[in-house]
């Protein structure tokens, strides 16, 4: 048993100055006082990757930086899956008894610690070495890739994707710490400079700054209670050129296995936090995860489904798309809004209801996936 017990969020976007540790530190900071522990209270710690500080050895260089001397420490990665990861090994070693606290980190400053020559090499790598990287793809390329041969499948369209940056935006202009607040519209989207076709500038998720933190604990340490009731993983794949078919990407066998692990049915969920590095992938995981028929979830959000009043309110803090992303603590705020949400203290975004969640990330090109349930407990 664990329960997240802390969560700590900076604004996405443009933070000058502001280092790889610095934007750690403070959304640490944020965490633990949500938490009301100390620095000392924590034994264990977990941290992603940084593409702007890529020491071999972040975890603890965060902990000496921040003031941390924990029994257990170490980075992961995964990808975009790398905060669903971590959340789930911690609620593993406090299950096993290993440790009580786990502070769980990870931030960049993405946009301005890197030139653009420099971001594009470094996310280019996901691809094979040998068989995708000389021909040049980026990680664009390989998800415009797999949206086309979605849409020839499935019979979705690139208006279809433009109902999920709406969605998103729309979202975000209610977070006062989103990287983009302006509301957009499908023609907007479709208006919008081309990328990797049929992916156009607002279908993509842009580049931040930012850090994200939150605490998994054995017990409840505030008068809420959210519990993790259980995670899965699944990897399928490394290279889009050695991916199955789509509809046998491994989100659903996460999901699967998620539900099998927790004892919690897609029917009993009333909030969901998906990935959504890009439309295609936003449409593609609620269709494998069970919140939508295939080809169908465009036409949820068009009807209000995943709206903030709608039956599965999604994202309500604009997700990677409008939110923004800063590398592994982009997808961390997806379980953070979850957490203000299941607390009651999501302001003006605030959904009905949101006693049973739904957490999925993705790593890579739909490589690697995270599946996870958190419960309110009290």
């Keep these: 048993m664990s329960f997240i017990t802390g969560v700590g969020l900076t604004s996405f976007g443009r933070h000058d100055g502001q280092s790889t540790l610095d934007l750690m530190s403070t959304a640490a900071e944020l965490a633990l006082t949500d938490a009301g522990l100390r620095r000392a209270e924590i034994d264990g710690f977990l941290c992603g990757y940084s593409t702007t500080m890529p020491h071999i050895m972040l975890a603890t260089v965060f902990c000496e930086h921040f003031g941390l001397a924990p029994s257990y420490a170490h980075a992961i990665q995964v990808g975009g899956a790398t905060g669903m990861a971590m959340t789930m090994l911690a609620h593993h070693l406090v299950d096993a008894g290993v440790v009580n606290h786990v502070l769980v980190v990870g931030g960049e400053n993405r946009l301005t610690g890197q030139s653009r020559d420099a971001s594009i090499q470094t996310l280019a790598q996901v691809g094979h070495p040998v068989y995708e990287v000389p021909l040049g793809p980026t990680i664009p390329a390989y998800y415009g890739l797999v949206a086309s041969r979605y849409m020839h499948e499935f019979g979705v369209t690139e208006q279809d994707f433009a109902e999920f940056a709406v969605l998103m935006r729309g ?42 933190a939150f605490v998994v604990s054995r017990e409840p340490t505030t008068a809420f209670a959210i519990q993790i009731r259980g995670a899965a993983q699944a990897h399928t794949h490394q290279h889009v050129t050695a991916a199955p078919a789509l509809d046998k990407f491994g989100a659903a066998i996460a999901i699967a296995r998620a539900k099998q692990a927790s004892g919690v049915a897609i029917s009993d969920v009333n909030y969901a936090a998906v990935y959504d590095s890009f439309t295609i992938t936003l449409a593609m995981l609620l269709e494998d995860l069970g919140l939508a028929g295939r080809g169908e979830a465009a036409d949820l959000v068009r ?76």
């Design 171 to 212: 979202n975000a202009a209610m977070h006062p710490g989103a990287q983009f607040r302006d509301p957009i519209s499908v023609a907007d989207v479709m208006a919008s400079k081309p990328v990797a076709t049929p992916l156009k500038l607002l279908d993509c998720c842009p580049v931040s700054d930012g850090g994200a």
């Design 303 to 378: 009807s209000g489904h995943f709206s903030r009043d709608g039956a599965m309110p999604l994202n309500t803090h604009g997700g990677l798309l409008s939110y923004g992303h800063c590398g592994v603590g982009g997808a961390m705020a997806h379980l953070v809004e979850t957490h203000l949400q299941m607390t009651g203290r999501a302001g003006d975004r605030q959904v009905r209801e949101a006693s049973m969640a739904l957490i999925h990330g993705d790593g890579g090109v739909l490589s690697s996936h995270v599946s996870m349930f958190l419960e309110r407990v009290r």
